[in-house]
């Protein structure tokens, strides 16, 4: 149990163009998910903190407007990136949780999204 | 802030061995929690263990232990037995008291060898 799910699992795009992650809770309901963005052998940085149906908690320094996330659903949240320039290339993760919405409960990680703007 | 250091980048073990991985923080809060995650070659995060501050006893999870130590600010992680399937990236993290913040550590990367 506690699957989560992130589709694609890699995407290669141009610079200019603004590609939507997906993050999927398969078999529970997620009250809050978690968005990552991890740097080649580098630890992994909290982007944003997502309760369904609710705006999205950014955290400090990361941009909004760049990196709009959705959770429109238990078991489905979105991260968009706009625009997207090479220096957004990275690995985004996500996780799913059924607490209340800290990050101190226990969070289930989707495999990661592998993003390369050329 | 809070600040979590891992002062190894690479540690390897023989199989079947006991090795521990290090991992300091820094906080001013009075309640948090602890944990250490595991990220094998495939990148998916996994849960290892969870520690809560307020809670004296050290966390055990199967062949996973740490060694909390509140006062000197250490979580270190205690892999007995170690398996091959334990190469991996091993990340320290903790939360801060409202539990909306989540701070990694630099990591360790844990060569099992046969």
């Known amino acids: 149990g506690a699957v989560v799910s992130q589709h694609p699992s890699w995407v290669i795009c141009k610079s200019g163009t603004s590609v939507k992650i997906e993050c999927r809770s398969l078999?529970?309901?997620?009250?809050?998910m978690f968005w990552y963005r991890q740097f080649p052998k580098q630890s992994l940085m909290l982007m944003a903190t997502?309760?369904?149906?609710?705006?999205?908690?950014?955290e400090q320094g990361v941009e909004k407007d760049k990196f709009l996330i959705n959770h429109a659903s238990l078991t489905l949240s979105t991260l968009t990136v706009t625009s997207a320039h090479p220096e957004d290339s990275s690995f985004y993760i996500c996780?799913?949780?059924?607490?209340?919405?800290?990050?101190?409960?226990?969070?289930?990680f989707g495999p990661g999204t592998r993003l390369t703007v050329l | 802030a809070q600040t979590v250091t891992q002062s190894q980048p690479e540690m390897s073990v023989q199989e079947a061995e006991t090795v521990t991985l290090s991992c300091t923080y820094d906080?001013?809060?009075?309640?948090?929690?602890l944990f250490w995650y595991k990220q094998p070659p495939s990148r998916q995060m996994i849960l290892v263990i969870r520690?809560?501050?307020?809670?004296?006893q050290n966390a055990t999870e199967n062949r996973f232990s740490v060694n909390f130590q509140k006062a000197a600010k250490s979580f270190s992680l205690k892999i007995s037995d170690s398996q091959l399937g334990d190469t991996a990236m091993y990340f320290c993290?903790?939360?801060?008291?409202?539990?909306?913040?989540?701070?990694f550590g630099g990591g360790t990367r844990l060569m099992v060898k046969p």
């Open positions: 996780s799913a949780s059924i607490g209340q919405g800290r990050v101190s409960d226990t969070q289930y």
């Open positions: 078999d529970f309901q997620a009250t809050t």
């Open positions: 997502s309760n369904e149906g609710s705006k999205a908690t950014y």
């Open positions: 906080t001013s809060e009075s309640n948090y929690y």
């Open positions: 520690q809560e501050a307020y809670k004296q």
């Open positions: 993290a903790s939360t801060n008291n409202a539990g909306n913040m989540l701070t």
